[in-house]
């Protein structure tokens, strides 16, 4: 065990560093990064760290994007001196979860099922963990979808207040598909989480020309894997219908969940992710000419 000023020292001689090593540590070895019912093996792997300064003009062009309610990170902190920084997280899907949703076509299996809600159950708890770790060093931090302030709207279109996917994108983790999923260098099949804090952080580079450039359809034109992979004709080449989307997950796959397709699916509902595996992008950022997951 470390001490409890060794730990201090790490976080002043390089914080950015220091938050980057406690996200792949906990990661590594939490055991609610654990799927139970399937020998305990780990939903996520190695996961992706990236720093927005909480000043980015990027924040403000999100209000257009998502919604005029989408809140700005000092919104979420609010302070009135000293930085704000944002501290994004992907944590990429395992492989073994990924394979067996390649094999789908109706709905989601069982794994990557579990995935979606003790993976979210994961995700609450590296949250209340990060801002615990910040606020022992002394600093103020905040979870945006743990706060009271987070909302999901229905109108004018399905969105939140605290949109993970363009926070991600404005730490340089990815950028946007057909299929409205975000491609980062470990691929679509992932979840992801984001934490506001006080600490002056580095910020990473956005390593894209646009915010769509990673999708091979927005490239080239070609691929459109993710439209034929969808069991609701959700995903077409005019995009993604939110709508549709939330009725094959809400009212489609009801009948995974009263067991049409064996026990043991578990949360509101089954799931889905079929765009996001068995599709180039699924683990990668894609090739010209890529025509499958492994290449
Ligand atoms: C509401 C919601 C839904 C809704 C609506 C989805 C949507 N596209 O918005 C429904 C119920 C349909 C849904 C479905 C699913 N969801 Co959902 N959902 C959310 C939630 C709670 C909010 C999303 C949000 O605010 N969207 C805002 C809208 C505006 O985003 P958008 O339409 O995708 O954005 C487009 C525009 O902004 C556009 N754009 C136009 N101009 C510009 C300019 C710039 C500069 C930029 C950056 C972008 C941009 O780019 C985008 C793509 O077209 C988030 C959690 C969170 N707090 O973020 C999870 C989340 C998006 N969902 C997630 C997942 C995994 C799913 C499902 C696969 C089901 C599942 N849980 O297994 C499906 C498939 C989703 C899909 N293909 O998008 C993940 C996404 C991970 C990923 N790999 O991308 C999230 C981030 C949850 C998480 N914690 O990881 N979801």
């Known amino acids: 065990m470390m001490a409890q000023e ?3 020292e790490r976080f002043h001689a390089d914080p950015t560093q220091f938050i980057r090593s406690a996200i792949k540590e906990h990661v590594s070895s939490s ?3 654990r799927l139970p019912s399937f020998a305990n093996s780990p939903i996520f792997e190695e996961p992706l760290v990236g720093f927005a300064s909480g000043d980015d003009p990027i924040f403000e062009q999100f209000k257009s994007v998502v919604a005029e309610s989408h809140q700005m990170p000092r919104d979420v902190l609010p302070i009135t001196q000293g930085p704000v ?10 492989r073994e979860t990924k394979l067996s949703n390649r094999l789908e076509t109706g709905g989601p299996s069982l794994r990557w099922n579990h995935t979606r809600w003790q993976g979210q159950d994961y995700i609450t708890d590296l949250s209340r ?5 910040l606020k022992e060093m002394g600093h103020q931090a905040v979870a945006p979808e743990l706060a009271e302030s987070f909302q999901i709207h229905a109108l004018p279109e399905l969105a939140s207040n605290w949109s993970q996917r363009h ?10 598909s057909l299929s409205d999923g975000l491609i980062t260098p470990k691929g679509i099949a992932m979840r992801c989480l984001s934490i506001v804090t006080d600490i002056e952080l580095l910020a990473t580079p956005r390593p894209y020309a646009d915010y769509q450039t990673n999708c091979l359809f927005y490239r080239d034109g070609s691929c459109k894997k993710c439209t034929e992979r ?3 004709g959700a995903i077409t080449e005019r995009g993604h219908d939110k709508e549709r989307c939330r009725q094959v997950l809400f009212e489609f796959q009801r009948s995974f969940m009263e067991g049409a397709r064996g026990e043991g699916y578990i949360g509101r509902y089954a799931g889905c992710g ?11 950022i894609p090739f010209a000419g890529q025509e499958s997951a492994d290449g």
């Open 6 to 8: 060794d730990i201090r």
């Open 31 to 33: 055991p609610l990064n």
């Open 85 to 94: 920084s944002v501290v994004s997280i992907v944590l990429p899907i395992s």
């Open 129 to 133: 963990y990060l801002v615990s770790l």
């Open 167 to 176: 926070v991600a994108y404005a730490a340089g983790l990815g950028t946007f």
């Open 230 to 232: 969808c069991p609701g």
């Open 274 to 284: 079929l765009c996001q595996t068995d599709v180039p992008c699924e683990s990668r």
